[in-house]
């Protein structure tokens, strides 16, 4: 599996156009944690409520995810309180392979600032991750990313990426 210290560099580095150390990256994400407006406690009450409300519905979860200012929207997209297919949802709006949906449930959203594996296909591995509060999707072989997607149309490019090079 590649290294999840490689997918922040790639993907910081592709979302800046610059080239950050890992320990950059980082030290921006926790001075980043230290300007938010809302205490831990708050995010947590914030973020049980809003599942209380939207219960397994991604699309409602999504829209009431918009509500809030984008600091604390941030925090919650990647904090314990979410999965990592909820995080997956709100970027891009669709819902991926049952396979995909799976493993991203079963991993909770913080996992995203390291990269989480979506899948291995053939030789090649799908990775989502959370990179300056930017939705990330990486093409690795194991051991280098060969491509990096962003946008809404990220996983979509990603799986083309895929299966154009097989």
């Known amino acids: 599996m590649m290294n999840c210290h490689l997918v922040k ?3 910081f580095n592709t979302i800046n156009a610059k080239k950050y150390s890992y320990w950059q990256a980082t030290n921006r994400m926790w001075m980043d944690s230290l300007l938010s407006p809302q205490s831990y406690a708050e995010l947590v009450e914030l973020a049980e409520e809003l599942l209380d409300e939207c219960g397994e519905d991604a699309g409602m979860l999504s829209e009431r995810l918009e509500g809030f200012s984008a600091a604390v929207r941030d925090e919650i997209l990647v904090s314990d309180r979410l999965n990592a297919f909820q ?5 891009f709006k669709t819902f991926p392979d049952d396979i995909h949906v799976e493993r991203l449930m079963l991993q909770p959203a913080s996992a995203l600032l390291d990269g989480v594996l979506i899948d291995e296909i053939d030789l090649l591995e799908l990775i989502f991750a959370i990179v300056d509060h930017e939705a990330v ?5 194991g051991e280098h990313a060969l491509a990096t997607f962003l946008g809404t149309d990220a996983y979509r490019d990603a799986l083309t990426y895929i299966h154009s090079a097989l």
């Open 9 to 11: 560099n790639v993907a």
């Open 87 to 91: 995080t997956f949802y709100y970027f």
């Open 137 to 141: 999707m990486v093409v690795s072989d």
